[in-house]
């Protein structure tokens, strides 16, 4: 199997079949992340195909290829930004509320036996303002060290880690007051 | 000193040291806030990744539509067919495995054919080795009958001759057939005579 950089030259050597392999590699977790910061499937939809249609346009000035992933996750979160901005802030909760967002993942929720706990936690991750969700996925889902939070969210290490640490915090006490009532 | 001080590491990718291993520990064992922490985070962690939501469909649809949107920006070459060679060594594989397996399968079949013991017939018969087929005699079922005895005799016990030749090396089958050349030539005679005398009362 190529390595991301073999993909790289072979995609600048005009191989297509590269860039496919690349893009099959990558597309559920650009794609996942996306879903996870907009909430909305078709806006996740969006934005994949509009990542990796940039990457198409703009691999060819990544200086580090083996940046490849931090620099498309970076494009994913920026877009998904972008999204956020123009809608107003309320139009995810009303997806969410009618469904838009439970109805995809009914598929994946049917599979778990945790079903409410798993609704509950991404309802909480929704309520969190978007940079301490971007900070939490990019966390916990990417699996990125903060270092590269930072960097992808254009902020310090140490912003990154204290919204990450906010959101945590927030979710939890969310979570701790319906345990309450 | 925050709990999350302690996650720093983690959140890094970092290996701890030993020392700040033992650090971590002692306070994870006094500190509550921290235990909880780190079981919400493994919680969410798990439900994060747990979805499947994306469906193939599009992906397949999308990887399709980003390399015709490559071809026709001229991201990609498109390598002309005959630039290829056809003959390239998988691809010669398939036709050669195949008439190696028709080769085997005819081998087979000629060897469950034959000798046909049916009384009388006469037909050629060869012995087999892994080097090729040697023409040994025109016999007929009764000759061929008597040369199993002998070979048998030669070999040891053997269900048949076929059988015993073809598992013999050739070098030792010739050897052996030289060797008894001499009982089995007057035998494959005599055998010959009486038959002949035979058909001559008959007549």
């Keep these: 199997?190529?390595?991301?950089?073999?993909?790289?030259?072979?995609?600048?050597?005009?191989?297509?079949?590269?860039?496919?392999?690349?893009?099959?590699?990558?597309?559920?977790?650009v794609y996942c992340t996306a879903l996870h910061m907009v909430g909305n499937r078709e806006e996740a939809r969006d934005i994949t195909q509009e990542a990796f249609l940039r990457v198409l346009k703009g691999l060819r000035e990544l200086k580090d290829q083996r940046r490849f992933r931090p620099w498309l996750l970076s494009i994913t979160v920026?877009?998904?930004?972008?999204?956020?901005?123009?809608?107003?802030?309320?139009?995810?909760?009303?997806?969410?509320?009618?469904g838009t967002f439970g109805g995809c993942a009914d598929e994946a929720?049917?599979?778990?036996?945790?079903?409410?706990?798993?609704?509950?936690?991404?309802?909480?991750?929704?309520?969190?303002?978007?940079?301490?969700?971007?900070?939490?996925?990019?966390?916990?889902?990417?699996?990125?060290?903060?270092?590269?939070?930072?960097?992808?969210?254009?902020?310090?290490?140490?912003?990154?880690?204290?919204?990450?640490w906010a959101g945590i915090r927030e979710m939890r006490r969310r979570l701790g007051k319906r345990d309450e009532v | 000193m925050k709990c999350e001080d302690f996650l720093k590491d983690w959140g890094e990718g970092k290996r701890l040291s030993f020392r700040k291993s033992l650090a971590f520990i002692l306070h994870w064992m006094r500190c509550r806030e921290c235990r909880e922490n780190y079981a919400f985070i493994r919680k969410l962690s798990r439900v994060l990744k747990g979805e499947e939501w994306a469906d193939e469909a599009f992906f397949?649809?999308?990887?399709?539509?980003?390399?015709?949107?490559?071809?026709?920006?001229?991201?990609?070459?498109?390598?002309?067919?005959?630039?290829?060679?056809?003959?390239?060594?998988?691809?010669?594989?398939?036709?050669?495995?195949?008439?190696?397996?028709?080769?085997?399968?005819?081998?087979?079949?000629?060897?469950?054919?034959?000798?046909?013991?049916?009384?009388?017939?006469?037909?050629?018969?060869?012995?087999?080795?892994?080097?090729?087929?040697?023409?040994?005699?025109?016999?007929?079922?009764?000759?061929?009958?008597?040369?199993e005895g002998e070979l048998e005799g030669a070999f040891g016990s053997c269900p048949s001759l076929v059988y015993s030749l073809s598992i013999t090396p050739w070098a030792e089958v010739m050897d052996q057939v030289s060797a008894n050349s001499r009982l089995l030539a007057p035998l494959l005679m005599e055998e010959r005579s009486e038959r002949a005398a035979g058909r001559m009362e008959e007549v």
């Design chain 1, 78 to 98: 920026n877009l998904a930004r972008d999204h956020l901005r123009k809608r107003s802030f309320g139009s995810w909760e009303d997806d969410f509320a009618k």
């Design chain 2, 60 to 147: 397949r649809e999308m990887r399709r539509g980003l390399v015709e949107e490559g071809r026709k920006a001229g991201v990609f070459v498109s390598r002309p067919s005959s630039s290829r060679p056809f003959f390239t060594f998988p691809r010669l594989l398939v036709p050669l495995g195949g008439v190696l397996v028709t080769l085997t399968l005819a081998l087979a079949f000629f060897l469950l054919q034959f000798p046909s013991k049916e009384p009388g017939a006469s037909f050629d018969y060869g012995l087999y080795s892994w080097d090729g087929v040697v023409l040994v005699s025109q016999l007929d079922s009764d000759e061929l009958r008597a040369l």
């Design chain 1, 1 to 29: 199997m190529k390595n991301d950089g073999e993909l790289i030259s072979g995609f600048l050597n005009g191989s297509a079949e590269d860039f496919e392999e690349l893009v099959r590699r990558y597309e559920r977790e």
């Design chain 1, 109 to 164: 929720f049917q599979r778990l036996s945790r079903l409410q706990e798993r609704e509950e936690l991404l309802n909480l991750l929704f309520l969190l303002p978007p940079r301490q969700r971007v900070a939490v996925v990019l966390r916990i889902y990417n699996e990125l060290p903060f270092k590269e939070v930072a960097h992808i969210m254009g902020c310090e290490v140490a912003t990154a880690r204290s919204l990450f």
